[in-house]
């Protein structure tokens, strides 16, 4: 996941933005940021991204930024090429957004 400087280990709790999430060899690049909401609960680090429906939540704040990479990974890479017959008509909505919302999602073998 990349935003502006935000990714480094800190330990204060704010929302940020961020414009592409990355897992594995895959980098999802958006056409806009979304904004990416933290918090600290009973121990734990906790990233919502309203704008997919994504939460995530570990006692490491790296952790919870891990999967909510892989949240937003296995949502795209598992709904984008489905056909709507397929999906109800709420992961129709989301399908689409997806689709609108990654100008671009991309491979690196060489990772």
Known sequence: MHA???LEPETEVRPFETY???????????????????????GLWVFECPAYGLSAFSASREEALSQLQEEFAFLYDGLTDEPDEALTPDAVTLRNELRGGVMQATSDQSR
């Open 20 to 42: 592409s999430f990355l897992w594995g060899d895959r980098n999802y690049l958006l056409r806009q940021p979304v904004q990416i909401l933290s918090a600290r609960q009973n």
């Open 4 to 6: 502006t400087s935000v």
